[in-house]
């Protein structure tokens, strides 16, 4: 069954870090392109970030460049999300999905939830 | 970056035809992908690379679009299609990947 599985969410001050983790299973996870990709209550779908599937590129949103880095553990079948400097304005249910190759994110998780707060 | 443009709302009757529209110039460059989203769940690919369906999606999901804009067509709308609705493509800069804001479907 092909599934991906977040965690490592939580209530973290401002200013704070967290590092968010994506299991991956049934399906070769090192062939595939992989996205995070956040929604704030009650908000729309906002991508974050981007790593492809060797982890030689990596691309950010501008609203997190700086702040939030993307890696991966081909070994594990793992994705990461390391997040720095957290603000009020990140707090949202994050996501992993993946990159079909046809540019379409046809795998998502059920993400995990990042309140930013004091 | 890049933006994508939908209507917030849209209404449609049970067993009528509605059309969701998304708008943007990166459209121009890099194909549309629809997805749908239910309260409390993961999005879901519906349409991808502007007219293609998955396996496993109902045939009444259909796509298209020309220019800087981009379609989703459900034909014989159920009262399960009741759903918030994205598009999203890649920008122009191939950097960065956008969602326009969704459009809430009603099945009345």
């Known amino acids: 069954q092909v599934q991906l599985v977040e965690s490592g969410g939580g209530v973290v001050q401002p200013g704070g870090s967290l590092r968010l983790s994506c299991a991956a299973s049934?399906?070769?996870?090192?062939?595939?392109?992989m996205h995070w990709v956040r929604q704030a209550p009650g908000k729309g779908l906002e991508w974050v970030a981007f790593?492809?599937?060797?982890?030689?590129?990596?691309y950010f949103a501008d609203s997190v460049k700086g702040r939030f880095t993307i890696s991966r553990d081909n070994s594990k079948n793992t994705l990461y999300l390391q997040m720095n400097s957290l603000r009020a304005e990140d707090t949202a249910v994050y996501s992993c999905?993946?990159?079909?190759?046809?540019?379409?994110?046809?795998?998502w998780g059920q993400g995990t939830l990042v309140t930013v707060s004091s | 970056s890049s933006m994508l443009t939908q209507d917030p709302a849209v209404s449609v009757a049970l067993g009528q035809t509605v059309r969701i529209t998304c708008q943007g110039d990166?459209?121009?460059?890099?194909?549309a992908h629809w997805y749908q989203q239910k309260p409390g769940q993961a999005p879901i690919l519906l349409i991808y690379?502007?007219?293609n369906r998955p396996s496993g999606i109902p045939d009444r999901f259909s796509g298209s679009g020309s220019g800087n804009t981009a379609s989703l067509t459900i034909t014989g709308a159920q009262a399960e299609d009741e759903a918030d609705y994205y598009c999203?493509?890649?920008?122009?800069?191939?950097?960065?990947?956008?969602f326009g804001g969704g459009t809430k479907l009603t099945v009345l």
């Open positions: 049934g399906f070769s996870f090192s062939s595939y392109d």
């Open positions: 990166i459209l121009r460059s890099y194909y």
């Open positions: 999203h493509s890649r920008d122009t800069d191939g950097n960065h990947w956008v």
């Open positions: 999905a993946r990159d079909s190759t046809r540019g379409a994110f046809d795998i």
């Open positions: 790593i492809q599937y060797d982890g030689s590129s990596k």
């Open positions: 690379v502007k007219d």
